[in-house]
């Protein structure tokens, strides 16, 4: 074998593409894999094509394939690796509180409590349990619109019981600020429907 030529020895011919030549000494070295002498013959001959190659591509006479002069452009590109998605950064019990509301619910909820805040501020002092009958429709609309989420009964009233007091206590907190023009239940009143919206449309 080593007294072929090296087109003879990997058994190709001379105007063989770099793809046959390569195939040639792959599928040799695997034949002859016991046996060192051929396989350092078969070695042999591949560098040698190569360097011939070379040798005639810079003389102009062939074009080398950019894989034989620059091997590693050819290797196959490196996948960015993906990029890790950073941890929610609010607790697993917020996160499952949380609604993204479609736009009718949205609507819904602050049709109802426009309505009911409308008629709060028609309200007169002399008309208390008319104002109380209000704040209790807007707690059972809280606790319905909520419910329709999940089906859960229990934490839709403790919701609609935290944005009651959390309201009434805003409410009652602003009132001297920014209460010109109303009484103070009328005023807790109406802040308690906005924070009723509010857990409607965005709680679960």
Do not use: H
């Not at 070695?43 to 070379?54: H, N, Q, S, V």
């Amino acid at each position: 074998m080593s007294d072929q030529n090296p087109y003879e020895t990997l058994g190709v011919t001379e105007d063989a593409s770099f793809e046959e030549i390569q195939d040639a000494k792959n599928r040799l070295s695997q034949q002859y894999k016991d046996d060192g002498k051929l396989v350092e013959s078969v070695e042999a001959a591949y560098d040698t094509i190569i360097m011939d190659r070379l040798k005639r591509r810079q003389e102009g006479k062939i074009k080398v394939p950019e894989r034989i002069r620059f091997p590693e452009r050819s290797a196959p590109p490196q996948q960015p690796s993906p990029k890790t998605t950073p941890a929610n950064r609010y607790p697993a019990w917020l996160q499952g509180l949380i609604d993204t509301p479609s736009r009718a619910d949205i609507l819904i909820s602050a049709s109802v409590y426009v309505l009911l805040g409308a008629v709060t501020l028609f309200y007169q002092s002399a008309e208390g349990s008319i104002l109380s009958l209000v704040v209790a429709l807007g707690f059972g609309a809280s606790v319905y619109l909520l419910n329709r989420k999940e089906k859960r009964l229990g934490r839709s009233v403790l919701l609609t019981l935290a944005g009651l007091l959390v309201g009434m206590g805003i409410g009652a907190a602003l009132y001297p600020l920014a209460g010109a023009g109303l009484e103070g239940d009328q005023f807790a009143t109406l802040v308690t429907f906005f924070v009723f919206w509010l857990i409607t449309s965005f709680l679960r």
